[in-house]
């Protein structure tokens, strides 16, 4: 059973437009929430985070919306860049103490010149 | 700066063979975790352990197994690797805490094994 869902496998948008990527969860333990973007051939790096007592945080050109009632996050990233293109997983975790992970399955993001 | 390493970037076996993936941080984590990256599937959480010597099953631990002798290495283990056990393998590290910096996780580059 998939805890975590990214329902579009991919996404494709203009440089200069906004990208959004969208996951959701059913698991409402879940408590702290995670994107990370990962290119070919190299691991994931993390991106940007939210907390369950927040409804957004924003770093840079990335905001993430958390909907707890909706159990649904999304990914902004305003404006795209070429650079952005790559494979953007969330992740939740329910707070124990290992701070496991659960991961989606993950979008690929194509941001076109 | 946080590193996470991992033996080799690319590696073939035959089917039946013992495998070994190797993987070392250098940020004192006390979590260390091996995940399997599919198509379509994501990353799937195989065996992690939170301290030396101690592990515990992920999602995913049939054909696999750990050992953890030291802090800072992880070692994966196939026992008798299968050609369904070909698969990207991430290693990833994080520290034991109740505040966000025990959330976040380091990964390696990953090994891309192929069994044939």
């Known amino acids: 059973d998939q805890q975590v869902k990214q329902n579009s496998p991919s996404l494709s948008v203009q440089e200069g437009r906004i990208s959004i990527l969208n996951c959701d969860y059913t698991n409402s333990m879940f408590d702290y929430f995670l994107w990370y973007k990962k290119y070919p051939a190299e691991g994931p790096t993390f991106l940007i985070s939210?907390?369950?007592?927040?409804d957004k945080n924003e770093d840079g050109r990335f905001t993430v919306f958390l909907n707890k009632s909706a159990k649904h996050l999304s990914l902004h990233i305003v404006p795209s860049q070429p650079g952005d293109s790559a494979v953007y997983f969330c992740?939740?975790?329910?707070?124990?103490?290992?701070?496991?992970?659960?991961f989606g399955t993950g979008t690929l993001l194509a941001v076109q010149p | 700066d946080v590193k996470v390493t991992q033996s080799s970037r690319y590696l073939v076996k035959r089917t039946g063979e013992k495998v070994f993936l190797e993987c070392v941080q250098d940020m004192d984590h006390e979590n260390m975790f091996w995940y399997r990256q599919d198509p379509g599937l994501g990353l799937r959480l195989i065996y992690f352990s939170y301290d030396v010597k101690m592990k515990e099953k992920g999602d995913i631990p049939e054909g696999y197994s750990v050992s953890r002798e030291k802090k800072e290495r992880f070692s994966l283990i196939l026992e008798s690797a299968s050609t369904n056990q070909t698969s990207m393998y991430l290693c990833?590290?994080?520290?034991?805490?109740?505040?966000?910096?025990?959330?976040?996780?380091?990964f390696g580059p990953g090994t891309r094994l192929t069994v044939t």
């Open positions: 992740a939740a975790s329910d707070s124990g103490a290992t701070n496991k992970l659960i």
């Open positions: 939210i907390s369950s007592i927040k």
């Open positions: 990833a590290s994080s520290f034991t805490s109740g505040s966000p910096l025990g959330y976040e996780q380091y």
